[in-house]
Structure formats: C-alpha cells, structure tokens
C-alpha cells in the first residue's frame, strides 16, 4: 500500500528519514565489507611459520634479510588490520609497517615474476608495488593476498548497495 502524503513537507520530511535510514545501511555495509576484506586477506597471508615460495623452491622467514623481514617476523597475516573512518563511509584494510618488505613481495613477487605479475593488475596496485623495487633479480613468487580478498569482496560491496538502494521505497 502506498503512503499517501498530504503535504510537500510530508514527503520532504520521509526524504530526511529515507536518507538516514540508508546512510546508516551504507556505514553497515561498508563496516562488513571491510572486515571480511581483512578476514580473507589474514587466512591467505603467510604466518610466521610459513615457507614462501621461490623461483627455485621455499624459503622460511629465518633466511629472509632483517631489513627486509619486519618485525613480525614474517607473520604477515598478524600484521593486517582494518578500520572505519570516523564518517562511516571510507573503510580501510591496512598492512602496518611492521610486516616489512617481504609483504609487498610475497604480494607481487620480485623479479620477472613480479613484472609478469603486475603487469595484469591495476596501475596504481602497480605503482604502489614499484615503490619497493629494489634490482629486478628476486626470487619470490607471487603469492597474493590482499589484491584476491579486496577482488571477491568488491563484487559482494556492489551487491549489497545495489539492493539497499533498490529498497528504498518514498
């Protein structure tokens, strides 16, 4: 049944109420959205105890260069986190410094794996990688985590705007 509105300042007054109701839907969504972005991306990066693959096998953390380890120890997992913007609107999944260069790496790859790699992302996943590039001679392979998880949840996003925009009913 619809509502039957006798006034202009009726129908303004259910706008108001209408657009509230939806930004609070919207903060929701993005608040969910965000942490399943950090859940997907924590069970696909590598703990501490993890091997990272190499163009000629594995290695384990202890045989990665200090500089390039971070203070986790090669718990890249350990070091992704996520949080919302004091609007609600801007969710952000966040991979703290302590995790070093080898997240980046273990991301993209170094080397020709990285160039074959990034070459199929976007630019500015491809400039944010080229920040840490170092001679073009590494040997990890590409073992992303963050690009899938901020990928599948993106489609899921859109979905679940789509339909609180659909329900909105004047």
Not at 50 to 57: A, E, K, Q, V, Y
Not at 146 to 152: G, I, K, R, V
């Amino acid at each position: 049944m619809a509502t039957r509105f006798t006034s202009f300042a009726q129908i303004g007054q259910r706008i108001s109420q209408m657009s509230a109701e939806f930004q609070e839907e919207v903060k929701g969504i993005v608040e969910y959205n965000t942490g399943e972005i950090e859940i997907k991306a924590k069970a696909a990066a590598p703990t501490g105890g993890s091997r990272i693959r190499t163009i000629d096998g594995s290695i384990s953390a202890n045989q990665i260069a200090e500089k390039r380890l971070g203070s986790v120890g090669g718990n890249i997992a350990g070091a992704i986190t996520y949080h919302v913007d004091s609007t609600g609107f801007i969710g952000t999944v966040v991979l703290d410094k302590s995790a070093g260069d080898l997240a980046i790496y273990v991301e993209v790859g170094t080397g020709q794996d990285a160039a074959s790699y990034l070459a199929g992302l976007p630019p500015e996943w491809r400039a944010m990688a080229i920040r840490f590039f170092v001679n073009g001679k590494g040997r990890i392979i590409h073992q992303p985590y963050m690009y899938p998880a901020f990928m599948s949840q993106k489609l899921q996003f859109v979905k679940e705007l789509k339909a609180a925009l659909k329900a909105l009913k004047l």
